[in-house]
């Protein structure tokens, strides 16, 4: 069996044995109703005593065949209001970036908090939107408006 | 008739420091190279302690053996004890060694003197000079009485590489998933909530034949970081390390592989355990 599939296999034991509070975390099932290991689907929570506590946001996580080698790639649905989520949905988070901070030994886990993190805590320096972008830069009354608005469309999202 | 300039009566007693003759010296460098000859059984007794302990540690943990941790745990204290008892002589030969070498340097140095003749004799008889005798007995009670002493054979012990091993062994087996005394505080090891991982940090197995990168500690099944560096230099799979590694940066980690040991009998005794009760 191929390090992907085997290390993905432990993955979920240890996620279903011990994750961090309010999140999920869970292969698909693919057609014919196995499931499918490459492809995760979770929730995210946004952190408490911030704008985005309200939401508990959906993410899908594809990974490659030579993952954990390559990074998985992490995705909200399109056009989700964040400074570093670009309209197609993709994150852009230094850790999920093999040119950058990717190493083989960063588990799911460790992504969720990682996304989780992003959220509240944006990154002044990568833009990947025009509109959330903007409006944290210059305008953080309507960025904190739009913000709780999604938080409240994420509500009652789960498994 | 008094005679003014009539010198003292000469003293022809043997003064208190001589030169040495070149015979002394012959007898005194065999006595160091006997004394090294001792350094060097020394050595071959800790090679041989060495061997049975990779002999005693490969059977243990090629064939399971851990019905009994308590008397693998007893092995390795027994061990320890006598390796710490030959490296305080060791180190005490070393410096002797150390102070035979200085004497030597000393006696070369001085040599050529004069032969003490009774022309001469007067000039040694003034000489404060430190004999040989004195010079020895002053630095040994110098070395035996340092307040340092007992700090210095301490550390000499810690350093030695085998004794490391050995201490690291003993407390494995107590202990198998808590990090060494001295890792505590350490950063780089991989730890969660205080407890060793007995698992690769990329395909999340338990360790079956681990290696041990030398250049930042990390710890990987051999399989797997082999074919994730293949033939290249990367940067260590784990997250935030900056090092870079190769293959030939790894060594087996014989340490990690008792760990596992170690662990999964006391887990198999604790389900057995369970079973009974």
């Given at each position: ?51 985005w ?88 009354e ?12 994420y ?5 | 008739?008094?005679v ?29 190279s006997?004394?090294?000859?001792n ?9 041989s ?7 005693y ?16 745990r ?24 150390a ?12 040599i050529?003197e004069?032969p ?31 307040p ?21 062994m003993?407390?494995?087996i ?10 505590q ?11 060793i ?43 935030g ?11 087996s ?11 999964e ?13």
């Amino acid at each position: 069996m191929s390090l992907a599939k085997t290390r993905l296999q432990e993955e979920r034991k240890l996620w279903r044995k011990d994750h961090p509070f309010g999140f999920f975390a869970k292969p698909e099932k693919s057609a014919d109703g196995s499931l499918d290991l490459t492809n995760w689907r979770a929730g995210i929570p946004g952190r408490k005593d911030t704008i985005w506590e309200e939401g508990i946001y959906p993410i899908t996580i594809n990974f490659p065949n030579d993952y954990p080698s390559k990074p998985p790639k992490v995705k909200f649905p399109e056009n989700f209001y964040h400074p570093n989520v670009y309209p197609s949905g993709t994150v852009c988070l230094s850790i999920l970036n093999e040119e950058q901070d990717w190493r083989p030994a960063i588990t799911i886990k460790d992504i969720v908090l990682g996304v989780q993190e992003l959220l509240s805590d944006p990154n002044p320096d990568s833009p990947a939107q025009e509109p959330a972008w903007k409006a944290f830069a210059k305008d953080k009354e309507l960025y904190t408006r739009k913000v709780k608005e999604q938080a409240k469309r994420y509500q009652n999202y789960n498994a | 008739m008094e005679v003014d300039d009539t010198p003292d009566m000469l003293d022809i007693s043997v003064p208190r420091y001589l030169p040495m003759s070149q015979e002394t010296l012959k007898t005194f460098s065999a006595m160091v190279s006997a004394r090294e000859d001792n350094l060097g059984r020394i050595d071959s007794i800790l090679r041989s302690i060495k061997q049975d302990i990779d002999k005693y540690v490969e059977f243990i943990i090629g064939e399971n053996m851990f019905e009994n941790i308590g008397y693998t745990r007893d092995f390795m204290i027994v061990n320890l004890q006598s390796l710490e008892r030959i490296l305080i002589s060791k180190y005490e030969l070393e410096n002797w060694k150390a102070i035979a070498f200085e004497i030597r340097n000393n006696l070369n140095q001085q040599i050529p003197e004069d032969p003490a003749t009774l022309s001469n004799l007067q000039q040694y008889h003034d000489a404060n000079d430190e004999t040989l005798n004195e010079f020895i007995r002053r630095r040994v009670d110098e070395m035996k009485n340092s307040p340092e002493k007992d700090k210095n054979i301490r550390e000499y012990v810690n350093k030695n590489d085998l004794y490391q091993l050995l201490k690291n062994m003993a407390f494995v087996i107590e202990k198998p998933t808590d990090p060494l005394p001295e890792e505590q505080d350490d950063d780089d090891v991989a730890m969660a909530g205080g407890v060793i991982s007995l698992k690769d940090p990329m395909s999340l197995h338990t360790f079956k034949e681990p290696v041990k990168s030398k250049k930042c500690d990390h710890v990987f099944e051999k399989s797997v970081i082999e074919e994730y560096l293949r033939n290249e230099i990367k940067t260590c799979p784990v997250a935030g390390c900056e090092g870079r590694l190769a293959k030939f940066d790894l060594r087996s980690d014989d340490l990690m592989l008792l760990r596992v040991k170690v662990f999964e009998a006391k887990q198999q005794a604790d389900d057995f355990e369970i079973e009974t009760i």
